[in-house]
């Protein structure tokens, strides 16, 4: 039976982490011991190794990408049995809900105090992605666009795909 790597809550503050590098690829072998990644919190910097023997099947977070408590960021397999099936509906909901958490109590609706001239809805992203397109000069109604549903949260995936597909502002 398969592991789910899961980010858990080491300390009562803590809400989110920073993938730092992944060591492994998938389709790794891994031993108890081995270095899979490195994990950045506010406080401290660590390497997650291994507790159980398998191979690496699926990363699900990308190297300097911002994770919340109970994220999963990869799945090891012991047998060749594929990654479930519902961990990346999990990874999303738990990034909306960690996106909510976040946002700050004082934000304005400015359609309803601006009106029309104020534009259209804002685009939802989860922070670590509204921060990585920030940083890339990129407009998160850009990266909706491109993905053809603006309704849904953006991720930091989502704008990894749209800099690796279109180019950031600096390309």
């Known amino acids: 039976m398969g592991q789910r790597i899961t980010i858990e809550k080491w300390a009562e503050n803590l809400e989110e982490v920073t993938i730092g590098r992944w060591v492994r690829v998938e389709g790794d072998t891994l031993r108890i011991g081995d270095i ?26 990308a190297e300097h990408s911002v994770v919340p408590v109970g994220y999963v960021i990869a799945f090891i397999s012991e047998g060749g049995e594929p990654p479930d099936e519902d961990i990346p509906e999990l990874n999303e909901r738990l990034l909306a809900e960690h996106q909510e958490r976040s946002e700050p109590d004082l934000e304005l609706d400015l359609d309803a105090i601006l009106g029309s001239a104020g534009g259209g809805k804002k685009t939802r ?3 670590a992605a509204r921060r990585m397109a920030r940083q890339a000069g990129i407009e998160l109604d850009d990266i909706a666009q491109w993905l053809g549903a603006p309704d849904r949260a953006i991720t930091v995936e989502d704008v990894e795909g749209y800099i690796e597909q279109v180019g950031g502002a600096d390309d």
């Open 36 to 61: 899979l990644c490195e994990i950045i919190t506010d406080k401290v910097t660590f390497e997650y190794t291994i507790e159980q023997p398998g191979t690496l099947s699926a990363i699900y977070a």
């Open 125 to 127: 992203a989860v922070p």
